[in-house]
C-alpha cells in the first residue's frame, strides 16, 4: 500500500472535489471555533455526503463536550474522531462507545517522551497523529494546522502506524517521507493560498508529490 493522505481543515467544495480527484484518503472537517478552518455541521454534513464512499471523513475536535459530539456523529456520521485536545485514554474510549467512530488521537511533539505518550492509548486509537508543538504565543490559540514541524528523528521511539502532521507542504512532503518512511501524512496550512483558504491547486500538488513515493 502506497502513502496516505489527509486533506484537513477542508471548507469548502471546490477544495474539497480537487482533493478527491487526485485521490486523497482522508478529509479533516474541523469542528473547533477558534479555528480558521472552523465549519458549520450543515456545511460540513454537506462536505461529508460528497465525499463519502471516495475518502475517509475525519472530524476533528478538541476536548468536545458530549452534546457537542453527538451532533457531530448525526449529523456528519463521520468514520473517525480525530481528538487534538487533551483527552485521556478513558475519554478517547468513551467517545468511540458514544460514536461508533474510529479513534484518531494527535499527539504535539517536542521530544522523544512526547511520543512515547501514545502507547497509552494502544487498543483505543487506530492510530495517532504526531503534530509539532508550538509555544502559545506563536499557536495562535490553535492546537495543529500551524505550519511548523518538528525533529522527526524522535519518530525512532514509535513503532506502529502513524501520520506525520506539522509544517508539511508540497515542496517537502517527499523529504519527510524519504526521512520518516511514514505510512500515511496530514496537512492542512501547507495547502492554502491564504490563513482557512485551501488552494486547489495547492492540494493537487501535495497528493501528487506524496502519491509518487
Known amino acids: 500500500m502506497g502513502v496516505r493522505v489527509k486533506i484537513c481543515g477542508i471548507t ?9 480527484d487526485e485521490g486523497a484518503d482522508f478529509i479533516g472537517l474541523v469542528f473547533f471555533a477558534p479555528s480558521p478552518r ?16 471516495r475518502a475517509r471523513i475525519v472530524a476533528l475536535s478538541v476536548d468536545a463536550d458530549d452534546e457537542f459530539l453527538t451532533q457531530i456523529t448525526r449529523i456528519v456520521r463521520p468514520g473517525y474522531m ?5 483527552e485521556s485514554p478513558e475519554r478517547a474510549a468513551q467517545i468511540a462507545r458514544m460514536s461508533g467512530a474510529r479513534i484518531i488521537k494527535a ?9 512515547r505518550k501514545a502507547h497509552a492509548y494502544a487498543g483505543i486509537m487506530d492510530f495517532p ?30 513503532e506502529g502506524p502513524y501520520m506525520l502532521a506539522g509544517g508539511l ?3 517537502n512532503v517527499r523529504e519527510a517521507l524519504a526521512i520518516t518512511g511514514a505510512p500515511m501524512v496530514d496537512v492542512s496550512s501547507g495547502v492554502e493560498a491564504a490563513r482557512g483558504r ?16
Open 82 to 86: 480525530q481528538l487534538h485536545g487533551a
Open 38 to 53: 472552523h465549519v458549520e455541521l450543515e456545511q460540513a454534513a454537506r462536505l461529508a455526503e460528497m465525499a463519502r464512499g
Open 129 to 158: 497523529v504526531f503534530d509539532a508543538w508550538v509555544a502559545p504565543e506563536k499557536a495562535a490559540g490553535l492546537p495543529g494546522g500551524t505550519g511548523h514541524a518538528f525533529d522527526w528523528s524522535v519518530l525512532d521511539a514509535w
Open 107 to 115: 499527539f504535539r511533539i517536542r521530544k522523544a517522551e512526547d511520543i
Open 169 to 171: 507542504t508540497p515542496d
Open 12 to 20: 469548502e467544495e471546490t477544495a474539497l472535489g480537487a482533493a478527491l
Open 198 to 213: 485551501k488552494d486547489p491547486r495547492l492540494i493537487r500538488q501535495f497528493l501528487a508529490a506524496a502519491k509518487a513515493q
